[in-house]
């Protein structure tokens, strides 16, 4: 991989990047700088600078005895992530009323059977990706593709629950009837309507939390107030 060092810190953030958001690199998993370098053919600094990077952006953590981590998935930030991306997806509903054409509710109709005919094929990755450019094509719409890119650049750890919860078939194809009623909303003109939906949309994984939960235990952070209520506990037992 004969790159500069600045693409070649890029190529390597990006590939880790994905990496981690698509769980090929599952929460929890020790990673060496060293290995890395060998596998993407470069050397160790473009890789230690992909690291703090990455690091900045929540997706590793760094111990001092033991290395460095995937970080697991933190209900914390997933919520503050949530909270950007409700915000601004509300705040584009009026705008998306008054300028959606024709031919942008036939290509949203057209990305919601494509995300069916892709549900049916268990092509969790590809749903996901038509899922995202679902929501991206109503801010490209309104001219609003800055703020796409704010929630995607922040959306870190909501996008890897987010992947989790697609392998769960009935809760893809309740996703994608919401996915329906906010076109039909914005169709309409309801744009109360469609807010309410939309915000419905983005907080079902809190109904959903409990289960990821206990099918995926290894995967998550440890609640704060758990991790506080079982401290006290021992204490209690000294």
């Known amino acids: 991989m004969e790159k500069s060092d600045s693409s070649a810190q890029s190529a390597v953030y990006n590939a880790l990047r994905n990496s981690i958001l698509f769980l090929k690199l599952k929460p929890g998993t020790l990673i060496s700088a060293k290995e890395i370098a060998e596998k993407l053919d470069v050397s160790r600094t473009p890789v230690r600078e992909a690291f703090i990077r990455l690091q900045r ?3 590793l953590d760094v111990y001092p ?5 995937v970080s697991k998935i933190d209900f914390d930030k997933i919520e503050q992530e949530r909270f950007v991306r409700e ?6 509903v009026e705008k998306l009323i008054d300028k959606c054409t024709r031919s942008d509710f036939l290509a949203l109709e057209q990305n919601i059977e494509d995300q069916r005919a892709t549900l049916k094929n268990c092509d969790y990755n590809a749903l996901l990706k038509l899922d995202n450019d ?11 593709s800055l703020s796409w890119q704010l ?4 959306s870190n750890h909501y996008s890897r629950i987010r992947l989790i919860s697609t392998w769960n078939n009935d809760t893809m194809l309740e996703n994608i009837l919401q996915h329906q009623k906010i076109l039909s909303a914005i169709q309409e003109g ?3 309507y469609a807010k309410n939906v939309i915000s419905s949309h983005l907080h079902r994984l ?8 206990k099918d995926y235990p290894d995967y998550f952070e440890c609640p704060k107030e758990f ?4 401290f006290d506990e021992l204490l209690g037992d000294l």
């Open 227 to 230: 991790s506080e209520k079982k």
């Open 190 to 192: 309801k744009a109360e």
């Open 206 to 213: 809190e109904i959903q939390k409990p289960q990821l939960m």
């Open 65 to 69: 005895q033991k290395g460095t981590v």
């Open 57 to 59: 952006d929540g997706l």
């Open 134 to 144: 679902f929501h991206k094509y109503m801010f490209n719409v309104t001219g609003q």
């Open 151 to 154: 929630i995607e650049s922040n």
């Open 87 to 92: 915000s601004l997806e509300c705040a584009n």
